[in-house]
């Protein structure tokens, strides 16, 4: 069984704000083992696999490495990691031994991963795992077209999503949705790059992703975390996110207003939002309540986002009558307009369907 070494120096310097080259330095034991060192950051920052508390950057058990031979590229084999989960520098081992020269590696490994003419083809996920505090374990592709002392060097070839929730509900799944932007499905690098890779779309159209298997019970004063790992770019105003309980009912819906701008090897952070829908204006929540039978919270001081039949109301009313009623003025509420008795329409938002 062959073994050879990879440490996890994929020019982590682009994924931080502020950090230095890695060093490399041969170990003493052999021409076949050698070590890198990493140097902290103090900035937030993404590693290849997964992150750690201290946002330290860790390989994981399990890691699989898809590697070919440059001068043959269809001499390919799988190593798997037998030393150094859980640290910056570990050890993989394969059954398969490949001749002698560069190679060209991908993570993750997969039976879809092929090199041919300098050409890496891989599918990127539209499903990816949920995983407290980073992204998921394998979500987060690289590549490595250079060996540095027979040691391979990887690069990240996507940036992340960091979208932060506050609330009270318990969260089975997230799913991001963007106005039109590619973000899964058949991807493509050239591997005779210099410098950087660039990640390019092959035949997909593939526009949301899904988090799974999140079982995130959210705090009311401290943000939850979700990571999206993405292709580099700038994504329009609308990307949405929709967070759902285990029974399928929608929890939250949020949909940027802003364009942005996600770089290679960085997470682009959205500001902290809760789940929570207030509606602070009484003849608003007596409205919904006389008008559609919306249930209010025990203490009547806001509508219960978290009641089924309110959900189901959030997701198909088109327009909002609010003529006739005890406390509300006559007319009929919508996007575009203003009862004159009602001074706040904030809470209008969740009602994804008004026209």
């Known amino acids: 069984m062959k073994k050879i070494v990879l440490a996890s120096i994929v020019l982590l310097s682009t994924f931080f704000t502020s950090c230095t080259k890695s060093e490399l330095t041969v170990a003493p034991d052999g021409s076949n083992t050698l070590s890198a060192v990493m140097e902290n950051s103090d900035s937030d920052g993404i590693s290849r696999t997964t992150l750690d508390d201290d946002r330290n950057v860790i390989w994981s058990a399990g890691d699989k490495l898809s ?3 440059q001068a043959n590229q269809s001499q390919q084999a799988e190593y798997t990691i037998s030393q150094g989960a859980g640290t910056r520098l570990a050890v993989f081992q394969s059954n398969t031994l490949l001749d002698a020269g560069d190679k060209y590696a991908f993570y993750p490994a997969s039976a879809g991963v092929t090199c041919q003419a300098n050409v890496m083809s891989f599918n990127l996920p539209a499903t990816q795992a949920y995983a407290k505090n980073s992204f998921g374990n394998g979500a987060n592709p690289m590549v490595s077209n250079r060996n540095v002392q027979g040691e391979l060097s990887f690069q990240n070839l996507c940036g992340v999503i960091k979208f932060q929730l506050t609330g009270t509900a318990t969260v089975a799944r997230v799913v991001m949705q963007t106005a039109g932007e590619v973000v899964a499905g058949a991807m493509k690098v050239k591997m005779d790059y210099t410098g950087v890779p660039a990640l390019e779309t092959a035949n997909t159209n593939i526009t949301s992703i899904t988090l799974t298997d999140c079982n995130v019970s959210l705090s009311e004063s401290v943000n939850s975390t979700f990571y999206f790992t993405v292709p580099a770019g700038t994504y329009a105003p609308g990307l949405t996110f929709t967070a759902y309980n285990s029974a399928g009912g929608v929890i939250f819906t949020k949909t940027t207003a802003a364009s942005l701008t ?27 309540v006389e008008k559609y039978n919306f249930v209010q919270i025990g203490d009547g001081s806001d509508i219960d986002i978290t009641n089924a039949e309110n959900i189901k109301n ?27 008795k009602i001074t706040s329409l904030k809470g209008i ?7």
Do not use: H
């Open 314 to 340: 959030f997701g198909q009313l088109t327009a909002l009558d609010v003529s006739n009623t005890t406390s509300a003025g006559s007319g009929a509420v919508s996007r575009a307009t203003t009862p004159a």
């Open 349 to 355: 938002e969740y009602f994804t369907e008004l026209t």
């Open 67 to 69: 590697v070919f031979n």
């Open 262 to 288: 996600v770089s290679r090897s960085r997470i682009a952070s959205l500001p902290g939002v809760s789940e929570n829908v207030y509606f602070p204006d009484p003849r608003f929540r007596a409205m919904l």
